[in-house]
T-cell receptor, first 115, second 115 residues
Framework: AQKITQTQPGMFVQEKEAVTLDCTYDTSDPSYGLFWYKQPSSGEMIFLIYQGSYDQQNATEGRYSLNFQKARKSANLVISASQLGDSAMYFCAMREEQTGNQFYFGTGTSLTVIP | DVKVTQSSRYLVKRTGEKVFLECVQDMDHENMFWYRQDPGLGLRLIYFSYDVKMKEKGDIPEGYSVSREKKERFSLILESASTNQTSMYLC??????????????FGPGTRLTVT
């Protein structure tokens, strides 16, 4: 079974609008961490935001927030006030405490911001 | 500033050649990873290493081997390159644990073409 599922291969958003990128995960470990990365066309992977399974509040980092719904096993990334520079691939990833070292990545969502 | 470097950004090799991809990190991280990235498939783990001389197979180890003789350096080896190994190869490193302090840091990637 897939550990991380991203069901949106491509998304479009108007500049200055908000957009939600979906991510669902599968784990039986009560202790895990969820990560979002951005990959612009240049290829580098940029860490955006982190959510721990025991964190009571949704994580936020500037224009990025993580809508964490533990019972649904979803960790959607919300980008507010989209900018042209947000056009990129976005990857959701998970790390479990019991497997420790390994990260599991989704297949990614390609976001295009339209002027 | 944390850094993961990879020996080449672009590489062209012939079928049957032995190929070495080098990765160096300067963060004293215990864990190092090799992924390949293909359109629509996201990042797939080839191998990872959690200590010097220690390695674990990932999801797609066939056709690859790795070497970690020093903590800062993790090499990916294609013993006999084939055209289906044409891909983007990403190296990453991380500390131990699942908190945001232990996100993965990525190198710039090596785009390998096997002809």
């Amino acid at each position: 079974a897939q550990k991380i599922t991203q069901t949106q291969p491509g998304m479009f958003v108007q500049e200055k609008e908000a957009v939600t990128l979906d991510c669902t995960y599968d784990t039986s470990d009560p202790s895990y961490g969820l990560f979002w990365y951005k990959q612009p066309s240049s290829g580098e992977m940029i860490f955006l935001i982190y959510q721990g399974s025991y964190d009571q509040q949704n994580a936020t980092e500037g224009r990025y927030s993580l809508n964490f719904q533990k019972a649904r096993k979803s960790a959607n990334l919300v980008i507010s006030a989209s900018q042209l520079g947000d056009s990129a691939m976005y990857f959701c990833a998970m790390r479990e405490e019991q497997t420790g070292n390994q990260f599991y990545f989704g297949t990614g969502t390609s976001l295009t911001v339209i002027p | 500033d944390v850094k993961v470097t990879q020996s080449s950004r672009y590489l062209v090799k012939r079928t049957g050649e032995k190929v070495f991809l080098e990765c160096v990190q300067d963060m004293d991280h215990e864990n190092m990873f090799w992924y390949r990235q293909d359109p629509g498939l996201g990042l797939r783990l080839i191998y990872f290493s959690y200590d010097v001389k220690m390695k674990e197979k990932g999801d797609i180890p066939e056709g690859y081997s790795v070497s970690r003789e020093k903590k800062e350096r993790f090499s990916l080896i294609l013993e006999s390159a084939s055209t289906n190994q044409t891909s983007m190869y990403l190296c990453a490193s991380s500390g131990v644990g699942i908190s945001s302090s232990y996100e993965q840091y990525f190198g710039p990637g090596t785009r390998l073409t096997v002809t």
